[in-house]
């Protein structure tokens, strides 16, 4: 199955939120936080998705921490899906794909858009705003 950025080999799961026109992939732990060994645990690997998602350019913002099981970054529809789609190019041609990139872009293009769809939506930075009283332009 396709998977971007390699979410299924981190205990972690991805819901979107959108505010206008700006989308926040908020990432979640599926560990048991009880543990301070797990909750160390839960920080690096989030902090790894995000790092991956910051070098194939799906945001170039920061990831802000709600608490220490969740976070969330903000970015855009179209950098989510050109982001996804550039990680899964590489790995095809790491993986020792003979077609060309732009074979690979248009193979894989229709497979990282129903990728992305099958993402959970979850209104989270609404939440956000309203817990923290914060304006539309405090929370990116």
Not at 8 to 28: C, K, T
Not at 76 to 83: I, M, N
Not at 97 to 122: D, M, N, V
Request: proline content about 3%; glycine content about 8%.
């Amino acid at each position: 199955m396709l998977n971007p950025l390699k979410t299924e080999q981190l205990p972690i799961r991805l819901v979107l939120d959108a505010v206008g026109s700006d989308s926040f992939v908020g990432v979640y732990t599926t560990r048991n936080l009880t543990d301070k060994e797990e909750v160390k645990k839960a920080k690096e690997e989030i902090d790894r998705f995000y790092n991956g998602c910051y070098n194939h350019g799906v945001t170039g913002g920061e990831l802000r921490w709600m608490h220490d099981g969740f976070a969330y970054f903000g970015t855009d529809k179209t950098r989510l899906a050109k982001g996804f789609l550039e990680k899964e190019v590489t790995a095809a041609k790491w993986a020792g794909a003979k077609e060309s990139e732009t074979q690979l872009e248009k193979r894989l293009k229709g497979r990282i858009k129903k990728y992305i769809a099958e993402i959970p939506r979850e209104p989270f930075v609404q939440s956000i705003r309203k817990h923290y009283r914060l304006k539309e332009s405090e929370i990116v």
